[in-house]
T-cell receptor, first 116, second 120 residues
Framework: EPEVTQTPSHQVTQMGQEVILRCVPI?????FYWYRQILGQKVEFLVS????????KSEIFDDQFSVERPDGSNFTLKIRSTKLEDSAMYFC??????????????FGPGTRLTVT | AQKITQTQPGMFVQEKEAVTLDCTYD???????LFWYKQPSSGEMIFLIY??????QNATEGRYSLNFQKARKSANLVISASQLGDSAMYFC?????????????????FGTGTQLKVEL
């Protein structure tokens, strides 16, 4: 069964450093997402991406964040200068095959980011 | 106002019993979808069940069913015959707007979750 993959599973970085979180969405999906979950809290939407551009972003997704689809398979989230409060689990998700109605978002296993 | 409210931070159920996890939602959009996800201690998000706002019947997927009461804006998850492996955090989520490729509105808004523990 196709699945969303994410690397690394755990990333430790120092405050102020740049990090790139990587995701490989399901191959025939067209919509990609990043969510984050601070420990013990609910899952929060960051950004959605369709047709090589951002389709929606939340207020959390400020200028420190960027997303990219550098090739036909990877989808990345970059945090330019990490802060302590960026420590969270980051989930990538994908949806929509382009045929018919598709509603389910398939989530990856997550990347736990720890900023020290 | 919260878009998704889960009022039960923790629930206990005995193995083989049924359990209902509550979820209420708030939207003025006539077109929306409601989702339940399971998050075990390992952290991944597992899709369980979906209910569309125009669906006439309650959704069912194996031991999971969704008790959809549109007038009350509730979408409770019912797990029948609980198993030890059902112990996890359960999140209710909503997507507002249509389901097409264009127009955005695909983001999911999550509730705060219910921690379910199944006991022997």
């Amino acid at each position: 069964e196709p699945e969303v993959t994410q690397t690394p599973s755990h990333q430790v970085t120092q405050m102020g450093q740049e990090v790139i979180l990587r995701c490989v969405p399901i191959s025939n999906h067209l919509y990609f997402y990043w969510y984050r979950q601070i420990l013990g809290q609910k899952v929060e939407f960051l950004v959605s991406f369709y047709n090589n551009e951002i389709s929606e972003k939340s207020e959390i997704f400020d200028d420190q964040f960027s997303v990219e689809r550098p090739d036909g398979s990877n989808f990345t989230l970059k945090i330019r200068s990490t802060k302590l409060e960026d420590s969270a689990m980051y989930f990538c998700a994908s949806s929509h095959t382009g045929t018919g109605v598709s509603y389910e978002q398939y989530f990856g296993p997550g990347t736990r980011l720890t900023v020290t | 106002a919260q878009k998704i409210t889960q009022t039960q931070p923790g629930m206990f159920v005995q193995e083989k019993e049924a359990v209902t996890l509550d979820c209420t939602y708030d939207t003025s959009d006539p077109s929306y979808g409601l989702f339940w996800y399971k998050q075990p201690s390992s952290g991944e998000m597992i899709f369980l069940i979906y209910q569309g706002s125009y669906d006439q019947q309650n959704a069912t997927e194996g031991r999971y069913s969704l008790n959809f009461q549109k007038a009350r804006k509730s979408a409770n998850l019912v797990i029948s015959a609980s198993q030890l492996g059902d112990s996890a955090m359960y999140f209710c989520a909503m997507r507002e707007g249509g389901f097409g490729l264009t127009g955005g509105g695909n983001k999911l808004t999550f509730g705060t979750g219910t921690q379910l523990k199944v006991e022997l």
